[in-house]
């Protein structure tokens, strides 16, 4: 029994992954509002009483596919983040890592679970939705942080620390509104791009160009 | 007949302006999804009857909010811009003028139909979707266009203009998120900041520091 279950477990994560994955695109194409969870069932590839085998409700699904999404920003961003010692490293690792994850969608739309996290908060139960807040609170914290670093060590330039956090996380959120893989821009130039925007907006120019 | 018209005119853009403005606090707090006309009619003050008078439906609400919205923003924003010759200037203006739109909300929250513009497209027709990408995609473009004088005039870094123009979207659409009229910033505070680093990220030194 305990056997089974183990063997059974990746496979149960796949397809819960890989349902995530496709309510994802059908919800940034459509919205929640218009999404039935017979379109999801659908696009899966399963029936609607299959889907319900794995998700009680679309609520539910909606709260479940934002959680996949903040993991996948855990593992990728934060993680790798909280192991920076130096700020200013820190910082560049933040930046190259969310834009990468927010450019990653395998659509051509680019859709993927972690622009959801920002689109549809709306649409939770008050209490997911304080969960879903809380860790993103958590990540802005690591942004707000990492600059007062920067601040103190005297490299970011003159301005208030929030304002510099979110309009970084503007700059960066904002990607998973008009970038397209299929587009003229490759998805590492448009990282680029975006790092030395960000960079120039926040870092003083000594911090930025040392050594070159 | 004709001047009853004219005289009762203005009280219908009135009125008209005022359910737009509720009916965005609503959506923007609740979702479109969540949002029925009751709740609307509720709000406003009139009766269900009453607001079908004046918006056959949801769905044309929702459009008729995005057109006011992008009404607003070519008043305070685009027609002003497209009055200055200097893209450096132009570009100065832009960034105050829709940060100051975007901070100018009468709610706690701060929301306002401009920031439905952008959040809600999913629910839209199709007809009505291309009417407001269209009337987006006229925006980018102006904001593309002074970026890349900048680059002709040498001011602009080293960087691709349709990057860099939503990467300053981004940051001053964001503000529609975080920024509250309760607090710790005042609002000119915040559209200064937000100010220092968009120019600060895509203008080159020379032209951002001149007689300083």
């Known amino acids: 029994m305990k056997l089974q279950k183990r063997q059974a477990r990746p496979n149960g994560e796949d397809r819960l992954a890989e349902i995530y994955k496709i309510a994802a695109q059908i919800i940034c194409e459509k919205g929640f509002d218009a999404t039935s969870m017979n379109d999801i069932a659908d696009a899966v590839g399963i029936t609607k009483a299959g889907i319900y085998h794995y998700i009680p409700g679309k609520k539910e699904l909606l709260f479940e596919i934002m959680n996949y999404g903040m993991d996948k920003l855990d593992r990728a961003v934060i993680a790798p983040a909280r192991a920076i010692t130096d700020p200013e490293e820190r910082l560049r690792s933040i930046i190259a890592n969310h834009c990468r994850l927010l450019t990653g969608g395998s659509t051509p739309q680019g859709h993927n679970?972690?622009?959801?996290?920002?689109?549809?908060?709306?649409?939770l139960t008050p209490a997911h939705r304080r969960k879903i807040v809380q860790r993103k609170r958590a990540y802005v914290d690591l942004v707000r942080k990492t600059l007062r670093q920067l601040k103190d060590d005297g490299k970011l330039k003159d301005v208030d620390v929030t304002?510099?956090?979110?309009?970084?996380?503007?700059?960066?959120?904002?990607?998973?509104?008009?970038?397209?893989?299929?587009?003229?821009?490759?998805r590492d130039q448009v990282v680029e791009e975006v790092t030395k925007v960000a960079l120039g907006g926040l870092l003083r120019p000594s911090a930025r160009f040392v050594a070159r």
């Open 113 to 123: 679970p972690v622009s959801i996290v920002n689109d549809e908060v709306a649409a």
């Open 163 to 186: 304002v510099a956090a979110f309009s970084l996380l503007g700059m960066m959120l904002w990607l998973s509104r008009w970038f397209r893989p299929d587009g003229r821009l490759q």
